[in-house]
C-alpha cells in the first residue's frame, strides 16, 4: 500500500499527541473503509461504526468454501488496517503491540496507554 497520502498524519510519541493521531488515524481508516475493523459499535443501523468481528468457522476440521473465503477477506482487512496504525508510531510505541493481535486489540492497547481520561484533557482549543 502506498502510504504516500498519510504523510500529513503525525507520528504517536506519547498521551500529548494521542488526540490527534487517534483523530488522524480514525478519519484515514474511515476514508478507506476499514473503521469497523477498530470501532466497537453494537448498533447494525449505525453502519459506519458497527463493528467487524473475526468470523467464525462452524467446524474447524471442515470449513466450508465461503467460511474460508470470508475469513481470509477478514485477515486482509485486518491486516490493511493495522499497517495504516503502525506506519505513523514511534518504535518504543510500536514495541506495545504484537503483530499477532488484531487491528482492533491493537487499537484498544494503544488507548489503554495514551488516552487521557483527566477532566482538562477533554477540551480542546
Known amino acids: 500500500m502506498k502510504m504516500g497520502k498519510y504523510d500529513h498524519i503525525c507520528e504517536l510519541m506519547g498521551s500529548e499527541n494521542y488526540p490527534q493521531?487517534?483523530?488522524q488515524i480514525t478519519l484515514a481508516l474511515k476514508g478507506k473503509g476499514l473503521w469497523q475493523?477498530?470501532?466497537?459499535?453494537?448498533?447494525?443501523?449505525?453502519?459506519?461504526?458497527?463493528?467487524i468481528a473475526k468470523p467464525t468457522i462452524s467446524n474447524i476440521f471442515h470449513p466450508t468454501p465461503d467460511e474460508m473465503k470470508e475469513i481470509r477477506e477478514w485477515i486482509k482487512d485486518d491486516a490493511k488496517v493495522k499497517e495504516i496504525i503502525c506506519w505513523k508510531l514511534s518504535s518504543i510505541v510500536l514495541s506495545l503491540l504484537d503483530e499477532k493481535q488484531s487491528a482492533s486489540e491493537?487499537?484498544?492497547?494503544?488507548?489503554g496507554h495514551y488516552a487521557r481520561v483527566d477532566i482538562l484533557s477533554q477540551f480542546k482549543l
Open 106 to 111: 491493537q487499537w484498544e492497547i494503544l488507548a
Open 37 to 51: 475493523y477498530c470501532s466497537k459499535g453494537t448498533d447494525i443501523s449505525e453502519y459506519e461504526e458497527y463493528a
Open 21 to 23: 493521531w487517534c483523530w
